[in-house]
């Protein structure tokens, strides 16, 4: 693969599970044999067991993104603008009707539903081993790229789906409490930390493919999960026999090959 500089260098080493350089990266060694589970996956830090007490004194403590990455890790990838080119999959969920869910009920509790929506998503994805990429409005985005989720990745946001979707509720007799419907799509799409040196960054997907991703989460209806046929063939779905769908997205000038998974 060729590299055009040293940040999209580092965010390929990152992003495909390589050996790139981060804080307390000289500690690795020791902090690999203080026992705990889940730790930092790349410089090692524990944060659960005995060992995790000494982390609160260099600053350490699980990344927001996921429990696999700590926060001075995660600090000194936005402070390097740029990325890489990577395949990975994308897990895409919206509450659906949410304009109307939230006429019908007071601000405080529609706060309250997205707030315990976010939860749950956030635990579904963090489980299956991806990046929480995103947690606006009423939508969730979840990355699964192969440094942290393994080459399985479609696969673990297939998982990630139907757990999103088993929290919420749809797979109970009385329906859901937060009725959603999701995307997940495989492709190749850029990864990295967008913004400038120094100044404010975010750590996003950007790309024709996480557009295909929201596309198909927007078309799934309360209890949907769409999967695009990339997706479908990764994650070795094929003898399931999903049903298959044929779908016209905005801004995609050719119709869509999908798969329909539902829970319950």
Not at 166 to 181: E, L, R, S, V
Request: with cysteine; proline share 6%; hydrophobic share 40%.
């Amino acid at each position: 693969m060729t590299f055009y500089g040293k940040n999209e260098r580092w965010w390929y080493e990152l992003l495909s599970g390589g050996n790139p350089v981060l804080p307390f990266r000289q500690f690795r060694r020791l902090f690999s044999l203080l026992p705990a589970n889940p730790r930092c996956k790349f410089c090692h830090g524990p944060f659960e067991g005995r060992g995790s007490t000494l982390m609160p004194l260099i600053g350490k403590r699980p990344s927001g993104l996921t429990p696999q990455l700590c926060n001075q890790c995660e600090a000194m990838a936005r402070t390097l603008p740029g990325g890489a080119e990577i395949e990975l999959s994308m897990l895409f969920a919206d509450v659906r009707g949410s304009t109307t869910l939230a006429e019908q009920m007071t601000p405080l509790a529609y706060s309250q539903l997205i707030n315990r929506f976010y939860v749950s998503a956030t635990e579904a994805l963090v489980d299956t081993r991806s990046l929480v990429d995103r947690l606006v409005g009423d939508q969730v985005i979840g990355l699964y790229v192969p440094g942290f989720a393994g080459t399985d990745h479609a696969q673990l946001a297939v998982e990630g789906a139907k757990a999103l979707m088993i929290k919420t509720g749809h797979a109970d007799p009385d329906g859901p409490w937060a009725p959603i419907g999701i995307g997940i799509h495989t492709d190749i799409a850029f990864v990295g930390a967008v913004g400038t040196e120094g100044g404010a960054t975010d750590i996003t997907v950007l790309g024709d493919a996480p557009n295909t991703a929201a596309r198909l989460s927007s078309s799934a209806a309360a209890g949907e999960i769409l999967i695009s046929e990339s997706a479908y063939q990764a994650a070795s779905l094929t003898e399931l026999n999903l049903e298959k769908r044929e779908l016209s997205l905005k801004g995609k000038q050719e119709r869509v090959e999908t798969r329909l998974l539902k829970v319950g």
